[in-house]
């Protein structure tokens, strides 16, 4: 038998990843049942051999470069656990000034309000605002089927029962039949060229979900030519995107008649996500 603090220096010495200590103690955490602060408190306790062999089985997948919370199955997103899959992409902290920069908004804003999360994977920015505002009605749309069957299961475990929600395949705005006050957006937006050089792990999220053609603004492109349209009088659209592309982003909103255009910066003073309001108020 093995016990846990000599699995874990082990695993702290095989496991090849930026973050070695904390990936093995999540992989010992989620074999175990124990919490990651317990586990310092049970390294004399004895694995058993089914256990000890999971680990390892763990370790070996995470060294492919698998990603740990694909591993996991969960990821922490603004202060709840998302289930988590190969089937979407892995909530990143970034998207975190996404839902704040919507929150913050539906807090000027009189009831009903609506909001739309477009390309929404696993439903983790539109889920985040209902679940803190949950007067709202909130709308989740992706053309990934597969990605949809997570963000249901995210909805049901996470949202409360007020909170009325829908989700909808759709390319873009193809199947959406209603306006929004608020529509927010993690598209792809990474160019083919810089998936290239992003880190293994990256390589096995889905790759639809990532990268966009045009230097990564072509679905950015589509959705600021047509969003106004989807928009009530002085809604709102909200894009992340990455700070070199927050330029571009705001003249095509300019371009599309959108007033009060702005980049929040997130808080390592990039432009991560550009807004704009509807220029189409009813006189």
């Not at 990605?147 to 409360?160: D, G, K, S, Y």
Request: with cysteine; aromatic share 4%.
């Amino acid at each position: 038998m093995i016990t846990v603090g000599c699995l874990l220096k082990k695993l702290q010495r095989d496991i090849q990843s930026d973050t070695p200590a904390l990936d093995a103690s999540l992989i010992i955490a989620k074999t175990t049942g124990l919490s990651r602060e317990s586990i310092y408190l049970n390294l004399d306790r004895e694995l058993s051999a089914t256990q000890a062999d999971c680990i390892e089985e763990l370790c070996k997948r995470r060294n492919t470069g698998e990603p740990i919370a694909y591993l996991l199955g969960k990821k922490e997103f603004f202060g709840k656990t998302f289930i988590v899959d190969h089937r979407v992409l892995i909530p990143r902290p970034d998207t975190e000034i996404l839902v704040e920069t919507a929150i913050k908004q539906i807090d000027n804003l009189d009831d009903p309000i609506s909001v739309l999360d477009l390309c929404c994977g696993s439903g983790c920015a539109g889920i985040s605002v209902a679940a803190n505002r949950p007067n709202i009605n909130l709308e989740m749309a992706d053309i990934d089927s597969k990605a949809l069957e997570v963000a249901e299961i995210n909805a049901r475990r996470l949202l409360p029962e007020a909170c009325k929600y829908r989700i909808v395949e759709s390319d873009l705005f193809q199947h959406i039949t209603t306006k929004y006050d608020i529509i927010i957006t993690n598209p792809p937006y990474i160019s083919a060229k810089e998936y290239e050089v992003l880190r293994m792990e990256c390589w096995r999220e889905p790759r639809h979900a990532l990268v966009a053609e045009d230097d990564g603004l072509e679905i950015i492109g589509r959705i600021a030519d047509i969003v106004k349209d989807y928009l009530k009088p002085g809604g709102w659209v909200m894009i992340e995107a990455a700070d070199h592309q927050a330029v571009k982003i705001a003249d095509m909103l300019h371009s599309n008649g959108f007033l009060n255009v702005e980049s929040i910066l997130d808080l390592s003073g990039k432009r991560r996500v550009t807004v704009g309001k509807a220029n189409n108020e009813v006189n």
